[in-house]
C-alpha cells in the first residue's frame, strides 16, 4: 500500500521514497555517504542521501548544524542546560525516554550558536 505524503506541505523528502515531518526528526548523524535520522519516538532510520543534502532541505525549518557530523532540532535543545555547559556540549532530551543526549559543538560555530539562543 503506498502513501502519497506530497499532499502534506510540511514534509521533507528525506530519500528514496521517504517523507517525514521536521517536528519528528531530533537530531542528524553522518556516517560517511549516509544519515541516520534520530526521531523523537526513540527509532532511527538511515538514509542514502547525504547530511548536506538533508541539511538544504531543512533551512526553513528549526535546526542547527552542530559540527560537521551532526545537525539537531532546536526545538528540543535544553537551553538552561546548554548555557550552564558554557555551550561546549548541547543537550537535547530524546523523545519517550527523556534521557539527554550531549553533543560536542564546533568552536566555529559557537558564535552563530550563541546568536540563536540569545536573541
Do not use: W
Not at 503506498?2 to 528514496?16: D, P, Q, V
Not at 538514509?47 to 538533508?54: D, K, L, P, R, Y
Not at 532546536?74 to 527523556?98: A, M, P, W
Not at 539527554?100 to 540569545?118: E, G, H, Q
Amino acid at each position: 500500500m503506498k502513501t502519497n505524503l506530497k499532499s502534506n506541505e510540511n514534509s521533507i523528502h528525506l530519500g528514496s521514497r521517504t517523507q517525514l515531518l521536521p517536528r519528528k526528526i531530533l537530531m542528524l548523524k553522518a556516517d560517511i555517504n549516509y544519515t541516520e535520522v534520530f526521531l523523537t519516538d526513540g527509532t532511527k532510520l538511515l538514509s542514502s542521501t547525504t547530511m548536506g543534502i538533508i541539511e538544504k532541505r531543512l533551512e526553513d525549518y528549526n535546526f542547527f548544524r552542530a559540527n560537521r557530523s551532526t545537525i539537531i532540532n532546536l526545538q528540543y535543545l535544553d537551553k538552561d542546560e546548554t548555557i550552564k555547559e558554557l555551550c561546549s556540549n548541547l543537550l537535547i532530551h530524546t523523545g519517550k525516554k527523556r534521557e539527554a543526549v550531549s553533543i560536542k559543538i564546533s568552536r566555529r560555530r559557537k558564535a552563530t550558536f550563541l546568536a540563536i539562543i540569545n536573541p
